[in-house]
């Protein structure tokens, strides 16, 4: 069975800072991994996915994430905040069904 | 061009009403889904159609019923609507096929239904 567990459902940082979320989940066959962005009363947009191959993946606006199967992790990072990176943050994992289980969510408030 | 798009944006409706929420996508895609995100933010997937076959059918009331007239379009009819399926329900789609994992899927902007 899948799950994913995002520590944390709220985190604010200030602006300039590293913003990190974490993400952990579950499951007994390789993962694909991936984060969305949700900003106020929009959908979900892709910022980045792990599918094979290198296990720092990079995504849009800067953001970044690394796989480590060793500690089953998928955590999200971007060097320095801006305002205009508050948003809802949700880790996803799937197999080979492609249905996605997604985490609980990260609301990220970053003050100026 | 909006890659997927749902209609209506906002529903407002009584209880006890039918309604149905609409979902297009100009991707070319072979999969589409209806989520479900609740007061907490929380998404769960309810349907998923394969090239207009369902796929996944989550544990969902019956009076949520799903149609897919073609593989660009998969709408999602409420009967005896309650006050707990007030949401907002997510169409979206993506390339994979049946049994294939790691493809992106592509959301909606959301329909935000408030049952009163």
């Known amino acids: 069975a899948q799950s994913v567990t995002q520590l944390g459902s709220h985190v604010s940082v200030s602006e300039g800072a590293l913003v990190l979320l974490r993400c952990n989940y579950s499951s007994s066959v390789p993962p694909y991994l991936f984060w969305y962005v949700q900003y106020p009363n929009q959908g979900l947009q892709l910022l980045l996915k792990?599918?094979?191959?290198?296990?720092l993946v990079k995504g849009i606006n800067g953001f970044e994430a690394e796989f480590k199967k060793s500690e089953t992790s998928f955590h999200l990072t971007k060097p320095s905040a801006h305002m205009s990176d508050a948003a809802e943050y949700f880790c996803?994992?799937?197999?080979?069904?492609?249905?996605?289980?997604f985490g609980t969510g990260t609301s990220l408030t970053v003050i100026p | 061009d909006t890659a997927v798009s749902q209609t209506p944006k906002y529903l407002v409706t009584q209880m006890g009403n039918d309604k149905s929420i609409k979902c297009e996508q100009n991707l070319g895609h072979d999969t589409m889904y209806w989520y479900k995100q609740d007061s907490k933010k929380f998404l769960k997937i309810m349907f998923s159609?394969?090239?207009?076959?369902?796929?996944i059918n989550e544990t969902v009331p019956n009076r949520f019923s799903p149609k897919s007239p073609d593989k660009a379009h998969l709408n999602l009819h409420i009967n005896s609507l309650e006050l707990g399926d007030s949401a907002v329900y997510f169409c979206a789609s993506s390339q994979a096929q049946v049994g294939q994992g790691g493809e992106t899927q592509y959301f909606g902007p959301g329909t935000r239904l408030l049952v009163l």
């Open positions: 792990y599918t094979t191959g290198a296990t």
């Open positions: 159609y394969n090239n207009k076959e369902l796929i």
């Open positions: 996803a994992v799937s197999e080979t069904g492609n249905q996605f289980y």
